[in-house]
């Protein structure tokens, strides 16, 4: 079984729907991402949190929200889709332990579209 | 400028290659760095990391880092068409989370 899951991996839907998107994993790690990535503007941060009581805005945040249901889920929602949110979203993990230098490891992504 | 850059490419080798991925960074106290592949409509996979001054070679990859001149890269000997995918360079400073480049298109050709 994959490490870091999401769902669902595509989704079409309409201007000013809500939506939200799941990421879960089993890598017990305490940390986890959102990023959104468009074509020629690389992976961009959208939250981020270091643990279940600690969630901190990346440098997109506006139109998204997120919550850290348990250590090893973490959901981004989308209260009122517009098109330009159209994009493939990531959700990644990383170990805060003891030597670890912070290696982010990636979910399959979902390619989200809003007509 | 941005924090993190990288030329767009595509970078085009031919098989059996050396091929030379570049990345720069804005932020001096960066301390730790990534080299990530990314096929067309799958998600980045981590191929090596680099914290200290110097090479690292794992296989057929050395990344090398200089931080004095704030620059990252990553060598692939013997390239391959399966090598053909971006790479993404990304840094990461103190407990931030990392910050990416656009990343490098590489073509392999057979």
């Known amino acids: 079984d994959a490490d870091v899951t999401q769902t669902p991996r595509n989704r079409i839907t309409k201007t000013g729907k809500r939506i939200m998107l799941e990421c879960s994993q089993t890598?017990?790690?305490?940390?986890m991402y959102w990023y959104r990535q468009d074509p020629g503007l690389g992976l961009r941060l959208i939250y981020y949190s270091f643990d279940v009581k600690d969630i901190n805005k990346g440098e997109i945040s506006d139109g998204y929200s997120v919550s850290r249901q348990a250590q090893a889920k973490f959901s981004l929602s989308l209260e009122s889709a517009i098109p330009n949110q159209t994009a493939l979203y990531f959700c990644a993990t990383s170990d805060l332990g003891f030597g670890s230098y912070n290696e982010q490891f990636f979910g399959p992504g979902t390619r989200l579209t809003v007509l | 400028q941005k924090e993190v850059e990288q030329n767009s490419g595509p970078l085009s080798v031919p098989e059996g290659a050396i091929a030379s991925l570049n990345c720069t960074y804005s932020?001096?106290?960066?301390?730790?760095f990534f080299w990530y592949r990314q096929y067309s409509g799958k998600s980045p996979e981590l191929i090596m990391s680099i914290y200290s001054n110097g090479d690292k070679e794992d296989g057929r990859f050395t990344a090398q880092l200089n931080k004095a001149s704030q620059y990252v890269s990553l060598l692939i000997r013997d390239s391959q068409p399966s090598d053909s995918a971006t790479y993404l360079c990304?840094?990461?400073?103190?407990?931030?989370?990392?910050?990416f480049g656009s990343g490098t298109r590489l073509q392999v050709q057979p």
């Open positions: 990304a840094v990461c400073t103190g407990r931030r989370a990392l910050t």
């Open positions: 932020d001096r106290v960066s301390q730790s």
């Open positions: 890598k017990g790690h305490d940390r």
